[in-house]
């Protein structure tokens, strides 16, 4: 899914709306990896409820979320920051 947006070139407002942006995308990688990666729908496919998700890419976001280094590097950040 690709969309173009109009924002402002006012710089303060500019960078919330550009963090704003990255931090529910990242939210969202989060949900669909601890749902639909290691969670309670664990082997189902998001792309039925989240038609912009084709499965192709799904299957590279898994696969990503399931390689060890990836594992190691998550459960290493949780031990040192929270």
């Known amino acids: 899914m690709h969309a173009n947006f109009q ?3 006012v710089e303060p407002l500019r960078s919330n709306i550009l963090s704003n942006i990255a931090l529910k995308f990242r939210q ?3 949900r669909l990896t601890t749902n639909y990666v290691f969670g309670k729908v664990k082997g189902e496919s998001p792309c039925l409820k989240y038609k ?3 499965e192709e890419t799904w299957c590279l976001f ?3 979320r399931e ?3 990836w594992v190691v590097s998550e ?3 949780l031990f040192l920051f929270i």
């Open 62 to 64: 898994k696969e990503s």
């Open 52 to 54: 912009y998700i084709d």
């Open 67 to 69: 390689n060890e280094a």
């Open 75 to 77: 459960v290493t950040y």
């Open 7 to 9: 924002i402002p070139n």
């Open 28 to 30: 969202f990688k989060s």
